[in-house]
């Protein structure tokens, strides 16, 4: 890995965006990919680095990115080779053009942990956000009368109710309102309208209702009320305000266990205006993106898109080799 994939990657993660490490561990000469060799793929499509040439790289982009979708790793074995080369577990998948040589391939997603965002200033909301900072966590604390003030974990410290000051805040956060009355509705009301995965506020029951009504005679969606945890965390019986701190991450961690505070899967790579996002080459079966390859043919007034020149040579000498016959 170059520094500047290394720095790259470093930059990434703390912007809390995601992205596929990419390592070539084996090749088998003529291959260009060399061992050690990574690159990082982003949600776009988009490389940065390098492993190899044309051959290589469109497939790695698509198992990449499907390796972001699930967020779980894969190791590709790539080009001609029999099957006791390939390692168990591995997935064999073909070259995106005719090539002698073969890579492995380690795809590790990197996706940003779960955040934890804690309005208010009782003594839970500073144990909250050092539990979250312990498990690898993000944790930011939003407290209006913290001026001048930095908690003692180095978890940022935001002085005004506006979490779109909150980098990254997305399906991966949980927005925790601690505010013990001070201004519940107000910071109730500022999570509901985040895209955050879990919104708890530490209330009783009675509380919890009174504070929900206001809302609703606000004009706040029911459908936002019904997003609210409340009372936030698991009933651990009569607990102190650390141990609500505790009760409150037990219910996150369970939470992210069954599969929340995940994000949304990632898109696909956005598409110029009436461009087609991708296309299958008829000779090889690789998809290519139609806007990058470099190999295309017109036949029959349709245009076919191809991994490289040799694909594309292919079809121009017999098209009705690689076309489905009419019925």
């Known amino acids: 890995m170059t520094p500047e994939v290394l720095a790259l990657a470093a930059d990434l993660a703390a912007r809390r965006t995601p ?49 972001l979708k699930t967020g779980q790793p894969a190791l590709l074995v790539m080009g001609p080779t029999d099957d006791r080369l390939v390692p ?7 070259m ?84 013990q009355g001070h201004y519940d509705e107000d910071a109730l009301e500022a999570a509901l309208a985040t895209d955050a995965g879990y ?23 029911p459908a936002a009320l019904e997003r609210v945890r ?8 009569r607990v102190d305000h650390h141990e609500i701190a505790v ?11 069954a599969g929340g505070l995940a994000a949304a899967l990632v898109a696909a790579p956005p598409s110029t205006a009436g461009a087609r996002t991708q296309a299958i080459d008829p000779v090889c079966g690789m998809t290519v993106d139609p806007r990058t390859t470099h ?8 245009t076919y898109y191809f991994c490289a020149a040799g694909c594309q040579q292919q079809f121009e000498a017999d098209p009705s080799r690689y076309l489905p016959t009419s019925a």
């Open 230 to 237: 409340a009372p936030a965390g698991l009933d651990l019986g």
């Open 88 to 94: 168990e577990g591995a997935r064999s998948v073909p």
């Open 247 to 257: 009760a409150v991450l037990a219910e996150l961690v369970a939470l992210r266990a």
């Open 295 to 302: 190999h295309r043919a017109d036949h029959q007034g349709v």
């Open 19 to 67: 992205f596929v490490l990419a390592t070539v561990v084996w090749r088998r000469e003529p291959s260009s990919g060399k061992p050690g060799a990574a690159a990082l793929i982003l949600p776009d499509g988009s490389v940065r680095g390098w492993l190899g040439g044309a051959c290589a790289e469109p497939t790695v982009v698509r198992e990449a990115l499907s390796a």
């Open 199 to 221: 919104v708890g506020l530490v209330a009783s029951r009675s509380r919890t209702a009174e504070v929900l009504r206001l809302l609703e005679d606000r004009g706040v969606p």
């Open 96 to 179: 995106a053009c005719a090539s002698e040589g073969a890579l492995e391939v380690y795809l590790e997603p990197m996706l940003p942990p779960p955040h934890v965002v804690v309005i208010g200033r009782s003594p839970a909301v500073g144990t909250l956000a050092s539990l979250a900072r312990a498990l690898g966590w993000g944790a930011t604390i939003v407290d209006d009368g913290a001026v001048g003030t930095a908690h003692p974990d180095g978890v940022p410290v935001l002085t005004v109710l506006d979490l779109s000051l909150v980098d990254g805040l997305d399906e991966r956060t949980a927005v925790v309102v601690a505010t």
